[in-house]
């Protein structure tokens, strides 16, 4: 047996298998004590271990504080982008309920505006029975040549009654149902007026034409040469008409020329009523042959 063998063996009997937890923890303390003592009759030489840990942990700690100051930021950053965002949504959608608060209230007025105007224009024709109607449908796209309104039969609606608005003259009733009527407006194509001017000239003729379809415009046609269409360019409905009551308005001459042969005039009328927009209406109840019996 050699000698390192034998010294193993006497480690392992006398130490190693006396060596508990027990001892390792004295020995533990004992090392920490000598080390104390040590460094405090030999600190001006040496390094404590609290500098050492210093040193490795105070670094560590700063960056950890770094680290920790830049979530916090985010973190605050993030719940102001979020509290921001809700801020703004509900300013969205606040905005979006005053719009429509605000439309409904455009919407309001001028439906008010045009109710008023009917009541003035019941009141400027007075001696004409009217009944007050809705547009609720209309066949044109860009105008109103051909359109439905609330009013039928049972409201004693009858065809070839006139219908205006406040502005003037829009057509006759061509069709009745139970509820609801059709009008057929004077820019139609092909829809006849007698006209005569405001001072009472007549012979003039005014129609609706396809090339002026989808416009306020009406076709003048047979106005004499004597009548001075320029200086007295408002026209409006004659007392010689079969269908339409007198002195409606109609519109104002425009583009006057002298025909072939010096007899007529022509041009075209600017219609009074704009028929790109028309909601309510007012159906004179008051025939044609009610009023030529009247008289």
Known sequence: MSIFSSIGKFFKVHIFDHFTAKVCLILVTVLCVVSLLYHYFMREDAVSVVTVVGAVVVPFQEGANKVGSLLFKAEEERMNLVQAQEKIAELESLNADLNRKLDDADSLFVENEELRALLLAKERLSDYEMLEAEVIGNDGINCFERFTINRGSMDGIKVDMNVINNDGLIGVVTQVGLNYAI?????EDGMNVSAMTKNGHENCIVTGDLTNSGKSTLLLKNALTDVDLKGDSTLVTSYISDKYLPNLL???????????????????????????????????????EELQEVK
Not at 183 to 187: D, E, H, L
Not at 252 to 280: C, H, M, P, W
């Open 250 to 288: 109609i519109g104002y001459a425009e583009n006057v020329t002298v025909n072939n042969g010096s007899l007529t005039q022509s041009g075209t009328v600017k219609t009074a009523v704009d028929f790109s927009r028309i909601s309510y209406v007012l159906v004179i109840t008051t025939m044609r």
């Open 183 to 187: 009008v057929t407006s004077i820019i």
